[in-house]
């Protein structure tokens, strides 16, 4: 028993998985018809993820033998043994201070910063009936959903279990396939604006430098 219980805090489930949600959340606006839709994945990622981190560790249990028999001594059931990656590596000491979950922060803050300003940038290029060339758009055409993967990505280096590393790359399919629905959708509403755009900016993998640019953001 521990005098300070690791798991069964459900209160943190809910606080953090509402905070990381709302989070995200304040950076669209949520129009229903179409920000739910890359939103929902990522939530349902951090509930998974939270429910794991403070509620019932899942993982620990379904692998507590081998991980018994590899690592006797270590207290599978403490918070820190949670954090699998440190465990496994061996690594001493607290593990919210090692270089993978200094690592890892860095990418969840990296994932929101990028949220945070692309939406700003589409909202505007929205409201002028333009495409959105500017800003992180100016480097990749989603940089949205690429913000929801490196978030995701980044709670994975710090506290990784099956469920969520299961859903991890459908989640990322899904957000491909969302990403190629609204470019049809961008095709068909601004056309050969948007077909250039799509020809000289990468998708999902960001170019180092910004194309020069001929005209500013095409309007519709």
Known sequence: MHDTPAYGLWALVVINS??????????SGLRWDKDWRSLGPYSAFIVALF?????????????SGWLGRRLPGVDLWSHDAGHLWSTLLGWKGDPHWSLLHL????????GFWLLAASWKRLFDAQRRGAVATEGPYAR??????AA??????????????????????LLVAVYARLAW?????SLRRFGDD?????????????RLRPPASKSGEATA
């Open 181 to 185: 629905r609204e470019e049809q959708d």
């Open 148 to 169: 929801f993967v490196l978030v995701m990505f980044g709670f994975l280096l710090q506290w990784p279990t099956i469920p969520t590393l299961m859903m991890f790359p």
């Open 18 to 27: 509402v905070f990381f949600i709302a989070f995200a959340a304040s950076f």
């Open 103 to 110: 690592g890892s922060a860095a990418v969840i803050g990296a």
């Open 140 to 145: 990749i055409r989603h940089p949205q959903y």
């Open 51 to 63: 429910t794991e981190m403070y509620g019932f560790p899942l993982t620990v249990y379904l692998l």
């Open 194 to 206: 948007y077909a250039r755009y799509m020809a000289s900016v990468p998708a999902f993998i960001p």
